[in-house]
Structures are given as structure tokens and as C-alpha cells.
């Protein structure tokens, strides 16, 4: 396995490999920092809308955390990894799309199952504007997010797909910047702070 990583490095990498990755008992005597090291980087790129939904913005430094967690806590070995690569690097971002998680996060039991229930399709739902371009989220294919009777999953994977011209835009674009949700029975939007712009402008080649 690889060296010690510095993930607030800048520089755009679109897929952890294997080389990347820590020796487990040298990534727990570095856990504490490394977590702490990530907490403000994935705190610009948390976005709350509404009273229950939160889109959590990836990235690869966000997601080379995230499978080493999942490593160093299931334990798995050098078996493991193959199925932790092709579960997370999906999810950072490739230079022209930005990638987030959704997360339904609502601890009532029963709210959340009614609110689940009628929110099906919402990852078709959800858009970013700024200036005259408006996009439409692309959902991650992995597994279908809605059940048959419409009920939607509280975790949902999302991608916004930029052309070139709009990731030019977005890069220099100093307005506002909206991200919502249109579904029907979840209608809110919020708008973007100049450091959540700066960090998903980031991640655009």
C-alpha cells in the first residue's frame, strides 16, 4: 500500500487506486489527524436544503477518507479494496461533472418514513443555476433509489454534468448560484456561499 497522502492537496486526482491507500495500522496511528485534517474541507462543501435534505459535495480527498474508514473499520484486507474502489471512485469527480451524496437525514422514525414515501424520483429532481445555464442532477445507476411503490431511498447519488462552455462559466461566475430540488412534494432551494462555489469550481478541469 502506498505512502502517507496529503488529501487537502489541491491538485485535482479523479480515482484512488491502490497505491494510494495506507497500511491500516499505519492509517489508525494518523486517523484522528486525517479526520480532522478533512473536517473543514468537507464543511464548504456541505449544502443543507430544506428542513431534511443534505447534499454532501465529494471529492477525491472526501472519498480516499471514506475508504480507508471502511477499510480500517470492516477489517477487510487487501481482499476488500477492489470492492471499496469501484464503490466510491464513481463518486469523485471526473473535470466535468460535480458529484454529491443526498442524504434524507431525519431521525423521527415515522417522519421519516412518510416523508420517504411520497419523495419518490426525487433524484431526478434536482438542479443547479447560474446565470442562463440550468442543469439537471444525473443519479449514480448503482441501484435504484426509488421502490417501485415510490418510496425514495435516504441516501441518494448524484452527478450535475457540465459542457465545457458551462464549466468555463461556472469557474469565473461571480452571481448566484442555486441549488434545488423541484420535486413536488419538496419543493427548496437554496443558494450557494462564495466558499461552496469556490470549492465545486475546484473541481472542474
Not at 486517523?31 to 431534511?52: F, M, N, S, T
Not at 443534505?54 to 477525491?60: A, D, V
Not at 448503482?142 to 459542457?163: E, M, Y
Request: with cysteine; hydrophobic share 40%; net charge negative.
Amino acid at each position: 500500500m502506498g505512502n502517507v497522502v496529503n488529501i487537502s492537496d489541491r491538485r485535482q486526482k479523479t480515482e484512488v487506486s491502490a497505491a494510494d491507500l495506507m497500511d491500516m495500522s499505519e492509517y489508525g496511528k494518523i486517523r484522528k489527524q486525517k479526520r480532522a485534517e478533512l473536517r473543514p474541507v468537507k464543511a464548504v462543501r456541505r449544502v443543507a436544503i430544506g428542513p431534511h435534505a443534505t447534499f454532501y459535495f465529494e471529492s477525491y480527498q472526501t472519498m480516499w477518507l471514506q475508504i480507508h474508514e471502511m477499510l480500517f473499520i470492516e477489517k477487510g484486507g487487501a481482499a476488500q479494496i477492489p470492492d471499496e474502489l469501484n464503490a466510491y471512485n464513481p463518486l469523485i469527480p471526473k473535470g466535468r461533472d460535480l458529484s454529491a451524496t443526498l442524504m434524507f437525514e431525519i431521525d423521527d422514525e415515522k417522519l421519516r418514513k412518510t416523508v420517504l414515501g411520497c419523495l419518490g424520483g426525487v433524484e431526478e429532481t434536482i438542479f443547479l443555476k447560474f446565470g442562463d445555464h440550468e442543469i439537471m442532477s444525473r443519479a449514480e445507476t448503482d441501484v435504484d433509489r426509488t421502490t417501485a411503490d415510490g418510496k425514495a431511498s435516504s441516501v441518494q447519488f448524484i452527478h450535475i454534468d457540465f459542457t465545457d462552455e458551462q464549466a468555463e462559466t461556472f469557474k469565473s461566475f461571480d452571481g448566484d448560484v442555486m441549488l434545488g430540488i423541484r420535486h413536488a412534494h419538496y419543493p427548496h432551494m437554496t443558494l450557494l456561499s462564495a466558499a461552496t462555489r469556490a470549492a465545486l469550481a475546484a473541481d472542474l478541469a
